[in-house]
Each structure stands twice: as structure tokens, then as C-alpha cells.
């Protein structure tokens, strides 16, 4: 599908009297705006800057030079309807449009226009490091929300910019991503309910009508028999897409230590998708000094309390009380005699609503005698089922945002500081 479907014809032809990439920045600005979103009508130095689009892997602005109000209003916001380009004849350029916020109740939209001399726009390519996500406290669906939310921003970078515009790990996971999406968006939603057991497995199945072609079932049974699950290999191989088994299968697994291994397998690709590009932050001074700051005091108060690691991952390890209680989904469990018990906390950073958020997740493992290196583990391993030796949770108490003042900010540390006080006790 291409912007063409989405622009209005007239404004595409005028469009194209630009370069590429200035054509790229007027499209989006005008699927992304017209009719959808109030912008602030801020004009400094006759320049009027807009911030298009942006999701985790990239941002588009657009900002307008010399540029003149023909009508002499200037409304704090707008949000254009009917958007009209058009070539003058002294070479300047001129948008028109009706500002729906302008006009009262009962009358006609006010009609608005500026011209300017030339555009200057952009898009910049993030690492995805940084998620737009409201972290809510679920232990079930944090890890795929985290997932999904990149794969979706991988997938509207290709739909915006154009492939050439993905290198070659991003191209891998969609290929992947084309045959888990339902899954995943299956998996998180409210209705879905995953116990202890495959049969435990209960969703809404009038939300299964997606269908898949023999291909990406082909492609699904080739990468989860490479992961050694040999059950959705041949599921994958031998069923259709919607079958019950099969979606029990493999919405059964994404709880539980295989998941773990599915986890990862896509995390790290994900990491590569975006390890050629700069940080979210890199781009911005003020939330550089803001994460220098935080990521300065978390690393004291964790250090102080000697635990081991760096910003934004702390591990610490602990003797637990002769019976230790773990509340999984529930249901209670209880272990004795327990050698030690690995604690985690790391950090996952976020915009919302226009505010970087840094928000803390916490997790527990009391391990088996296994091969798994637990001091390489993190609060996100922590939210998959094994038995009730895992636990994970979003500590949304403790986070800190730009907005908040240094005496909001030391409080949100000496409550930090409190809970490692409390857990080393424990």
C-alpha cells in the first residue's frame, strides 16, 4: 500500500514539485495530521516547525522557512481539514486549510493559509532502545508488548519510508514477524487467559480470522524447529493457522521458559535491527542531561547497596528465608531450604505523552540445577512460568520523568533506596 492511497490526489501532484525526501516529509505530514491530531501554531524567526511522526525506530519533522500568515490569525493550535497546495508565482508555495478549532458551534470552519519560501525536513532513524509504551503493572504480557510494539515500529518504518530504508535485520524480522503478529496480538489481549497447562489456555475465538498462506506456515515451522521446538514445528507444517492446538501450542509457550528461548531469539535480532543507529536521546540536550542525571543517581544507590552490575541492569544474589513464598499467578508455592535466591532490577526508558519516562521492572529466580547462567539473566527473564521459581513485575511506583523536580527525583531514590533496604532483609 502506498501513500498514494491515503493522500488526497491534488496534494500528491502538488508534492511532487519537490525533492524525495521532502516529498516523504509532506505526505506524512499530511496522512499523519490532516483531520487526525491538534499541532501547536508556533511560528519563531518566520520559521513554523512541526513534529510529524515519530514511534520508536524513527521521526519525521517538517518545518516551513519565511514564512507568512495570509489571513494574520494565529490560533495557539489547528488541526487542518481540506489541506490544498499550490505553486505561486513569485515561487513561493502556499498551504491552505480549515482549522476546525477556530470556528464556534454552529458555524462553518474558519478558513486559514500560509505561504513559504522553501521546506526544510527530515527523518531520523532510531536504535528502538528508547518505547512509547505506558508501562502498566502486567506480569503476563510484558515481554510481547515490548516486542510487539518494535516489530510494529520496524513494520511502519517499511510502510513510511520504504524498504530501502531497512537493513538487512530488519527485513529478517519481518519476515518473521509476518507469520507471529497474530499470535502476538492474540496473546495480548485482556481476554486471553493463560493458567498452568496447554488446556489452561482460553481466548476469544472469534478474534481468530486471520489467515496465513502455505508460505509463512512453511517459514513458521522452519524457525521454530531452528529454536529445537519441534511440537509448533510440526504444527506449523501439518495444521492450519488457526487451529486450536496449534494456537494453544504456542500462546502456552510464550508463558513459559520456552517462550524464554523465543524471547530472546527475537530481542537480540532486534538489537541488531537497530545497533547501526543513534540513541533516541543522542538527538535531544535536555534528555541527555536528564539520563545522565538519573542513570548518575541509580547507579549510586545500587552501588551503595552492593549490588552487582551497571545502569540500566542491577543483579544481587541472597540466602532466602528458610521457607520461601513465591505468589505466581494466584497461587502460592512454597521452597525450603533454599541455597540462594537471584534478584533483578533493570530499567526500561519510554516517551509518553510527549514526557521521557525511565521506569523500573524488578524480578526474582530461585534456580534450578541447570546449565542457565543466572547472574546473565534480567527482570524480564523473570515473567516467564517455571513452576513458581520466577517472578517479575513493573514497579511503576518508582518512576521518574523530565517533568518531575530534583526533590520529586531524590524522594523517587530514597524510595529505591528503601525497597533494596527491605529486599536484603528478606
Not at 489452561?200 to 498462506?213: A, C
Not at 524471547?263 to 541527555?288: A, P, V, W
Not at 540445577?369 to 511503576?396: E, P
Request: glycine share 6%; charged share 30%; proline share 2%.
Amino acid at each position: 500500500m502506498s501513500n498514494y492511497d491515503f493522500v488526497d490526489e491534488e496534494f500528491h501532484q502538488f508534492v511532487q514539485q519537490f525533492h524525495t525526501e521532502e516529498q516523504r516529509v509532506l505526505l506524512a505530514f499530511y496522512r499523519e495530521l490532516v483531520g487526525k491530531r491538534k499541532i501547536p501554531y508556533k511560528i519563531k524567526d518566520r520559521n513554523f516547525q512541526v513534529n510529524v511522526q515519530m514511534n520508536q525506530g524513527f521521526a519525521i519533522t517538517a518545518e516551513f522557512q519565511d514564512v507568512l500568515i495570509e489571513d494574520g490569525r494565529h490560533p495557539k493550535e489547528i488541526l487542518m481539514e481540506n489541506l490544498r497546495g499550490e505553486r505561486l508565482e513569485d515561487g513561493r508555495y502556499r498551504l491552505s486549510f480549515t482549522n476546525r478549532l477556530a470556528s464556534g458551534e454552529g458555524q462553518a470552519p474558519k478558513e486559514s493559509a500560509f505561504s513559504f519560501s522553501s521546506l526544510r525536513g527530515g527523518v531520523r532513524l532510531w536504535n528502538y532502545r528508547v518505547h512509547m509504551l505506558k508501562l502498566k503493572a502486567d506480569t503476563i504480557g510484558l515481554p510481547w508488548n515490548l516486542l510487539n510494539e518494535t516489530l510494529e515500529a520496524v513494520e511502519q518504518k517499511k510502510q513510511v519510508l520504504g524498504e530501502s530504508y531497512l537493513n538487512i535485520h530488519e527485513q529478517k524480522a519481518l519476515h518473521i514477524f509476518e507469520f507471529l503478529r497474530p499470535y502476538f496480538h492474540l496473546y495480548l489481549l485482556p481476554t486471553t487467559k493463560i493458567g498452568f497447562g496447554k488446556s489452561t489456555v482460553l481466548y476469544d475465538s472469534d478474534q481468530v480470522e486471520w489467515t496465513l498462506d502455505s508460505a509463512k506456515m512453511h517459514r513458521g515451522a522452519e524457525f521454530f524447529a531452528s529454536l529445537g521446538l519441534r511440537r509448533l514445528a510440526d504444527y506449523f507444517l501439518k495444521r492450519e493457522c488457526n487451529d486450536r492446538e496449534l494456537v494453544q501450542e504456542l500462546l502456552y509457550t510464550m508463558r513459559t521458559l520456552k517462550g524464554n528461548i523465543l524471547f530472546k531469539t527475537l530481542n537480540h535480532l532486534l538489537e541488531e535491527c537497530g545497533r547501526d543507529r543513534q540513541g533516541l536521546y543522542e538527538s535531544d540536550r535536555d534528555m541527555i542531561n536528564f539520563r545522565s542525571y538519573i542513570r548518575e543517581k541509580i547507579q549510586k544507590v545500587f552501588a551503595d547497596h552492593g549490588w552487582r552490575g551497571s545502569y540500566p541492569s542491577f543483579m544481587a544474589v541472597s540466602r532466602p528465608d528458610f521457607i520461601e513464598v513465591s505468589n505466581i499467578y494466584k497461587r502460592q508455592y512454597a521452597y525450603l531450604n533454599e541455597k540462594m535466591k537471584f534478584i533483578y532490577f533493570d530499567f526500561i526508558e519510554s516517551i509518553v505523552d510527549g514526557q521521557y519516562h525511565i521506569t523500573p521492572i524488578t524480578g526474582m529466580i530461585l534456580p534450578k540445577n541447570t546449565n542457565i547462567d543466572y547472574r546473565k539473566c534480567t527482570s524480564v527473564d523473570c515473567f516467564f512460568l517455571d513452576g513458581g521459581r520466577r517472578n517479575g513485575a513493573v514497579f511503576g511506583d518508582l518512576t521518574v520523568s523530565e517533568d518531575m523536580t530534583r526533590k520529586e527525583i531524590k524522594e523517587k531514590m530514597e524510595q529505591l533506596s528503601a525497597v533494596l533496604d527491605y529486599q536484603q532483609r528478606t
